[in-house]
């Protein structure tokens, strides 16, 4: 007889994999082509344990790791809301905790309940490891815009002081990562890459 938990976890792998189809409007580094949410998922997991060591306290690396791996998850459902969108926005926990709760729910109860308080923590930004894994969110598509002559801001006609107010939350995780952030912010202003 398989083991009921087995069978529920099996579930839940086969329905996130539609997290592959989620596609964001923040461009692969130096290309034309659009990232997906599992990408981005991986490569803020990727980011955590390479600079972990910026995080302005010492962080349970494993936490930062899973709650980055989570975040999107939601979006399954809820959708992926582009971070600068004029019309909807980006903070639409409502809608995205109804999706946690049907898709984490899939998985066996402690686990659902582990995941949902994961997520829950990371979007509310309350513990350190929360904040960092933020700083991850945030600091990616902005390697990435500037990677991409602009990205997204020259795209979505999207301003420094709109940009600046979105990435400033790096800085409640890492003032070090914030401050190279800030400076990558400058540069792109001089550039042109970034209207004021």
Known sequence: MTNENLLKQIEFIKEIDKIKYIQRRTKLFNSDRNENDAEHSWHLAMMALVLSEYADEKVDLLKVIKMVLIHDIVEIDAGDTFIYDQNKNHENTEEELKSAKRVFGILPEKQ?????????????????????????????????????????????????PTVYEKK????????????????????????GILKK
């Not at 930004?125 to 600091?139: H, I, N």
């Not at 990616?140 to 990677?147: G, K």
């Not at 939350?169 to 400076?183: C, F, P, Q, R």
């Open 112 to 160: 659902a309940s582990e995941f949902i308080e994961l997520w829950t923590e990371f979007e509310e930004g309350t513990s350190k490891e929360a904040r960092f894994a933020k700083s991850m969110d945030r600091l990616e598509p902005l390697l990435q815009n500037t990677s991409n002559n602009g990205g997204t801001w020259r795209e979505f006609d999207v301003k420094y």
């Open 168 to 191: 400033k939350v790096i800085k409640k995780g890492s003032v070090e990562l914030w401050d190279y952030a800030e400076k990558l912010l400058d540069a792109s202003v001089e550039k």
